[in-house]
Structures are given as C-alpha cells and as structure tokens.
C-alpha cells in the first residue's frame, strides 16, 4: 500500500487520492466447514462446488488474471447463496476492473447477507471515492471504522475522501489515527505530515517530516518538504542545513541545488 505525492507549484505536496492504494485485499474466506455450514439451509447451496470455485477464484486472482477470477467468485455465489464475503470479494475485483455500478451492486447484496461486515463497507466506500461520491463514501467508511475501528485501510480512505473534499482538518485527524495504529510505517507518516502541511499545522507537520526521517534516513522529499516548511517558518538556517542532507542524498537533482542556493542566498541576506 504506497501513497504517493505530486508537486504543485513547488509547495509542499497534495495527496495523489488514487484510492487502489489503500483498497482492502480480497476477503480471507472461512474453511470449507464454516462455509457448508452457513449455506446447508439454503435450496440452492451447493458448497462442494463453492469450494472448488472458490479455490479457483483464490488461483486465479494470485495470477493476476482478476476477470478470470471475478467469474470464479461469482460462480461460487451461486453455490454459497448466503455468504457474504463471496460478495465483497466480487465487489473488490469489480472495482479494480473499473465497473463501478456492479461493484456497488456486489456491496448493497453483501451488507444484506451481513450487516456487520466491515469489509462490505470499506469496499462500498472506496467504490464511491472512485466515482468521486466522497460525502457518501464518507458514511461508508464510517459504518467500517465502527465495525473495525482497528482498520488502518478504513482511516486512510477516511482521510483521501476528506482531503478530496477540502475537509483538510479532518483528513490530517484521520492520518493521526492511522499513524497510532501503525506508528513505524513512514509512508503513512509521510502523508500524514503531507496532511498536516495542507491544513497549516506547520510545526505538527514538521515534527512529522523529522519522524519519517528517523525512520527512513534517505526519504529524500521528507527533507524537502521540511525544508519548505521551515522557510515558511522563517527558519532558513534550518532549512539550509535539511535541504543540504537532500542533495547529498540525491546529488543528480538540479531542483534540488537550485532550491539550496536560493535559500542559502536567502539565509546569508539576514
């Protein structure tokens, strides 16, 4: 799961909301007993030929081959009328396959089958991001953080959707729940201060930018964007001595040297 970040107008960066990213795996099925077992009282359950296509789908899906292993899934539904988790992960290739409405589709049938699914709504919700419905993906992934308020993937599609809104407050609170939950993953820790940097809460953020670079000493636009920030700050001597550490992590880059010396230039001016 790696969140990236674009440069705009060489500012500290936004959050690419490319929701894929944070996007939950497909579902770990129950074994072959629980799933006869939750599906014998339906007419038209079948779970030996449950099984064999949810096999089938699992292959299919670790060869990359997702329509293949869609069809799978589906057919698996058939047999298994009553499990939700079928649902979820036809819900979740389907959104990767671009087919937003059948994925929402999938979603509404498993929340049926299992209200107290998580999974059903985290996938719901990073259907609706993906169709830019961010305030109803917000009430979805709501529905998932109540169920599993552990859930890491549901804070940080929480905190995408709200960026995407101009909720940046909100979605900076989002990364710091996530940050709790996973403390030593820089590249949360990164957007975290990213988030933190948009909704100008510049010493938060840059506290942040020193923790990713503790955990990931050559994170070359972590020292960038601290760099910006304590300029920002009026702190340039700071920010000299960071963007130094850059270029000599990362000599090649021209922006890089450029930077340095205007600041440099900026720095010996006071």
Not at 73 to 80: H, L, M
Request: aromatic content about 6%; charged content about 25%; glycine content about 4%.
């Amino acid at each position: 799961m790696r969140l990236r970040a674009k440069w705009i107008a060489g500012l500290v960066p936004v959050l690419v909301a490319g929701v894929a990213l944070a996007a939950p795996a497909p579902r770990s099925l129950p074994p072959a007993r629980e799933l006869i077992a939750d599906n014998l009282s339906h007419p038209a359950a079948d779970p030996a030929r449950a099984l064999r296509h949810r096999q089938r789908a699992a292959t299919l899906f670790g060869d990359g081959k997702l329509e293949e292993s869609l069809k799978e899934f589906q057919q698996a539904a058939v047999y298994a009328p009553l499990d939700a988790d079928l649902r979820v992960n036809a819900a979740y290739l389907l959104d990767r396959l671009g087919r937003y409405e059948a994925a929402l589709a999938a979603c509404e049938q498993a929340g049926k089958l299992d209200p107290k699914n998580a999974a059903v709504y985290l996938n719901w919700g990073n259907t609706l991001i993906n169709q830019k419905r961010y305030d109803e993906a917000l009430e979805r992934l709501a529905q998932a953080i109540e169920l599993a308020p552990d859930n890491p993937q549901a804070h940080v599609n929480q905190a995408i959707a709200y960026h995407k809104l101009g909720r940046h407050k909100e979605s900076a609170a989002s990364y710091g729940r996530v940050v709790t939950l996973k403390p030593d993953d820089a590249i949360l820790r990164f957007n975290y201060a990213v988030a933190l940097g948009t909704a100008e809460q510049k010493e938060p953020a840059l506290a942040e930018y020193r923790r990713v670079i503790g955990l990931v000493p050559d994170h070359v636009p972590a020292y960038l964007n601290a760099a910006i920030l304590l300029e920002q700050l009026g702190r340039l001597a700071e920010a000299v001595d960071l963007l130094e550490q850059a270029v000599a992590l990362k000599p090649q880059d021209a922006a890089l040297h450029q930077l340095l010396e205007r600041l440099r230039q900026a720095a010996s001016a006071e």
